[in-house]
């Protein structure tokens, strides 16, 4: 089966630093993806983890651990524009499609 | 590069009635895929087209359907609306397909049944 869990809500404060954790059980595995959605908007690609360790892309970075099913998405310098729901999605193997987590809808407070 | 686009937005309904939503991948992109996001079960999968082809099928009754034409637009029918069809419906699009690339949402139509 396919199973990708995230905490539903998570608050922060503008400049401090966040945590988002994904814990995933599914069939294939060929990378995991990070996406950010706005309210009312279409989710926008963040980050890709194919192979263990952590990715970093400016205030963003991912990290992924196999072996665990467990990826998480750390967000630095936090702005309010940062307040939006965070995807995590399995990509499985060759022929499988996109699975996604239920989101991690963040406030970021001023 | 445009991005992907989705006709109409909005859309309000009558359970029973049925509704079409369109498509338009990045250019050069010729996988299209369909989802559903509703509040209570998130993003789940409905289907992929490439190259006019279906090649994928989430767990969605027969209802809903989709096709694909041969400039990779595609589309995708609901029939005998229900009000649990209500939801916004987005589509991505890539390459070859979602299974090799990351894929590009649409903006979606937001879909209401009443």
């Known amino acids: 089966g396919q199973n990708i869990d995230q905490p539903t809500e998570m608050t922060a404060t503008e400049g401090a630093i966040v945590q988002i954790n994904c814990t995933y059980q599914t069939s294939g595995f060929n990378g995991l993806f990070w996406y950010q959605q706005h309210a009312g908007e279409a989710p926008t690609f963040l980050s890709y983890n194919v192979l263990d360790g952590l990715e970093e892309k400016g205030r963003f970075s991912s990290f992924l651990s196999r072996s665990k099913g467990y990826s998480y998405l750390l967000l630095k310098e936090l702005q309010m524009k940062d307040s939006a729901s965070y995807l995590c999605?399995?990509?499985?193997?060759?022929?499988?499609?996109?699975?996604f987590g239920p989101g991690t809808r963040l406030s970021v407070l001023p | 590069k445009a991005g992907v686009t989705q006709t109409p937005r909005y859309l309000i309904k009558t359970r029973g009635q049925q509704v079409t939503l369109s498509c338009s991948p990045i250019s050069g992109h010729r996988s299209v895929s369909w989802y559903q996001q509703t509040p209570g079960q998130g993003l789940q999968f409905l289907f992929e087209y490439f190259s006019e082809t279906q090649r994928n099928k989430g767990n969605f009754p027969g209802r809903f359907s989709g096709r694909q034409f041969s400039n990779s637009r595609s589309e995708m029918n609901v029939s005998t609306l229900e009000l649990g069809d209500s939801a916004l419906y987005l589509c991505?699009?890539?390459?070859?397909?979602?299974?090799?690339?990351?894929?590009?949402f649409g903006p979606g139509t937001r879909l209401l049944v009443l």
């Open positions: 999605a399995v990509r499985g193997n060759y022929g499988q499609n996109f699975v």
């Open positions: 991505a699009s890539s390459l070859s397909g979602p299974s090799q690339e990351t894929q590009y």
